[in-house]
């Protein structure tokens, strides 16, 4: 196989933000395929950068009194930092708010003019009173025109996957103030993607680098109407690049995102002498991007666009894998289940999540779940118990000694195991990782066999066996680094530790197919230790306690700024004795569990003491797990007349705040209130 010129991108990563372990599937997921294509001789490398433009980046600032930039470089080193810390590896890591990016965002912005995409018109925004300024999507939510799921984003919705205008919405709000925005007239640039829908057709259908679901998912935007044109502007004030001949005006993130791609690669060909054009408009280059399916859209339809227009090289590939659950839910600050990327390094080793994931990435856009005791499980039975076992349990005997000096008989297995890499190998190449981590560790239990079979340990008692015992260990330790060939794109500090260990470091994948002898064998080392449950447990818990002191700091300037009461105002004066015919009592939640076929409710059995009790069905499902509600003191309306539902009768009402959605706050007592007590 001849050597190709691959380069690979990941999503990045926001700057207005820490890396959290959903974050590490992607960029994971991302290393491993490099370092695959690294083993078999090829010249693959993983550029990456920060997305740093944007309304949150400049409100951040703003809140916190300095400027972007010197946010953006705090957030890049932490991003960097975590990313070395995991093993990722990457040739560069840029910004999107560098010279090289805005130089190749005047590039694609000229090649759009030329060739007569552009289109400038008057349009309706939404524009929030409090703060004065028009709404970027992502600050404003509402109810999803299309399937009507509520607190969706202004852009796409998470239901459903459509994508629309922000004033498309239902019943939209500003999730910087909790206003009502206001419809105003601002100007805006657009490109007339549909011009390129012919080329986009045929792109898609060609269908030998997307996924079929994702093809199939993109061939409905053809359907019927054109597609839409993309609104490529927002007006000051804006944190991002102004657009040259459009004075006032700056291009939207999803414009200078994924130019970060090529940027990031221009800064690193500057850095190290190698050919710009010979990596973004070769066709000897594949490209291949590694996405979430959250943002098909954009990479599939408007980037692909971008690239013809300016006369890139587009994309081989782009890789799409579905979103991370933890423990059955969605990642969860209350229950700890929100972990930063930093939180799990000071707990646990990298290795461990790097191979859970691998154990569980196909070529799909299914989600997976990091079941945090099938986590500990599977590291604990695969990796300590059957590929770093055969190690332990045999080069302790040939240290000194080294391997034999021809390879013994072992009855077919390095020839087997040699001949199972083909599977592996292409098993890799399509993602299909925890098709590849079943397969290596099939043949983990066959080594494992072969050794309790030849019981080195008990021909070590007889000194006549020497030469047996030699070549059984031969045998298991060929076996062994077999298996951490294999495993090197996971692990690859596992994979130099054995390089250390056997005098051969592990440098190509066609390694597995010749074994080692004649080689001298150093002291043992542990390898890896066994994952500590009691380590999890903290590490949820350093997670929960974050997010509680998170919580309970002093609110910003912006917690009272009236927002909230300027969304919902306040209602019609009532009477004391209006007042007092509600009956506010202190409850126990003694049961809470979900509702068949409820999206938003739970059930809750409410005790206010002895004997009494009352069923309510409250409609905080988006906010709070029934596990997190046993046992917690409420507040309820212990009065209300019952009233029947689709799913029962509902005896009551708990108290909350918030908008609703995601934001729901549950109200509760001071520690010595007791259920049945009035609130007075």
Not at 86 to 101: D, I, K, L, M, R
Not at 631 to 660: D, H, I, Q, T, Y
Request: glycine content about 6%; some cysteine; overall charge negative.
């Amino acid at each position: 196989m001849s050597a190709q010129r691959i380069l690979v991108t990941a999503a990045l990563p926001y700057a207005n933000g820490h890396l959290h372990i959903g974050h590490m599937v992607e960029f994971i997921q991302t290393d491993i395929w490099c370092r695959f294509q690294r083993l078999l001789g090829h010249n693959c490398i993983f550029v990456h950068a920060d997305d740093t433009h944007g309304t949150a980046t400049m409100i951040r600032a703003r809140q916190e009194g300095r400027p972007e930039v010197e946010i953006l470089a705090d957030m890049q080193a932490a991003h960097m930092a975590d990313l070395a810390d995991f093993q990722v590896e990457q040739v560069h890591y840029g910004s999107t708010n560098s010279e090289a990016n805005r130089a190749l965002c005047h590039e694609f912005w000229a090649a759009f003019r030329e060739q007569g995409l552009v289109a400038e018109r008057d349009v309706e925004q939404l524009f929030d009173p409090e703060a004065g300024m028009f709404l970027a999507d992502r600050f404003v939510k509402g109810t999803c025109p299309r399937c009507g799921e509520p607190d969706q984003y202004g852009d796409h919705c998470e239901q459903c996957n459509a994508t629309y205008s922000p004033s498309e919405l239902v019943n939209p709000y500003s999730t910087l103030t909790g206003a009502k925005p206001e419809l105003r007239t601002s100007k805006h640039l657009f490109v007339q993607i549909h011009q390129l829908q012919d080329f986009l057709t045929e792109w898609v259908d060609a269908n030998d680098h997307l996924q079929d679901e994702v093809a199939n998912y993109l061939k409905g935007f053809f359907l019927g109407e054109p597609l839409k044109e993309w609104d490529i502007s927002r007006p000051a004030p804006y944190f991002g690049f102004e657009i040259p001949d459009a004075p006032g005006q700056f291009w939207y993130v999803w414009f200078d995102a994924p130019i970060g791609y090529v940027s990031s690669t221009k800064e690193w060909c500057d850095k190290t002498g190698e050919d710009f054009d010979t990596w973004w408009r070769s066709p000897d280059t594949r490209i291949v991007h590694v996405i979430g399916k959250d943002i098909i859209y954009f990479h599939c339809l408007f980037w692909p666009a971008m690239l013809k227009t300016a006369g890139f090289r587009l994309p081989e590939r782009v890789q799409i894998h579905g979103m991370l659950t933890v423990d059955g839910a969605k990642m969860s600050k209350s229950r700890g289940t929100f972990v930063l990327a930093r939180t799990y390094l000071e707990h646990l080793d990298p290795a461990y999540l790097r191979y859970f994931y691998a154990s569980k990435l196909t070529n799909t856009l299914d989600d997976f779940d990091l079941g945090l005791e099938e986590f500990v499980n599977k590291i604990n039975s695969d990796l300590v118990g059957k590929v770093v076992n055969l190690a332990s349990r045999t080069a302790k005997f040939v240290k000194g000694v080294g391997l034999s000096a021809a390879y013994p008989d072992d009855g077919g297995l390095f020839e087997a195991a040699a001949t199972e890499g083909d599977a592996i190998r292409d098993a890799y190449e399509g993602f299909e990782y925890a098709q590849a981590m079943r397969r290596i560790m099939a043949l983990a239990d066959r080594a494992n066999e072969y050794v309790e079979a030849e019981a080195p340990w008990a021909l070590k008692k007889d000194p006549e066996k020497a030469e047996a015992l030699q070549d059984v260990c031969t045998v298991a330790l060929n076996l062994f680094r077999q298996l951490v060939i294999y495993l090197a794109p996971v692990l690859p500090r596992l994979a130099a530790q054995v390089g250390e260990l056997l005098g051969a470091p592990i440098e190509r994948w066609d390694e597995s197919r010749t074994p080692l002898v004649g080689t001298p064998v150093a002291k043992f080392k542990h390898l890896m230790q066994r994952v500590d449950p009691e380590k999890v447990k903290a590490m949820i818990e350093d997670s929960r306690e974050a997010q509680a002191a998170s919580e309970t700091a002093a609110p910003t300037a912006a917690a009272d700024d009236g927002a909230a009461l300027a969304a919902e105002p306040i209602a019609d004066e009532c009477t004391y004795d209006d007042f007092m015919k509600i009956d506010l009592r202190v409850a126990r939640v003694a049961k809470a569990e979900h509702v068949d076929g409820a999206k938003k409710l739970l059930k809750l059995t409410l005790s206010l003491g002895g004997d009494e009790t009352r069923t309510v069905f409250a409609g905080i499902k988006s906010a709070y797990q029934p596990e997190q509600l046993e046992g917690r003191l409420v507040v309820c309306v212990a009065n209300l007349a019952p009233r029947k539902m689709k799913f029962g009768v509902s005896e009551g009402m708990v108290v909350a705040a918030g908008p609703g959605g995601q934001d729901v706050f549950l109200l509760s007592p001071d520690s010595g209130a007791v259920p049945g007590q009035r609130v007075h």
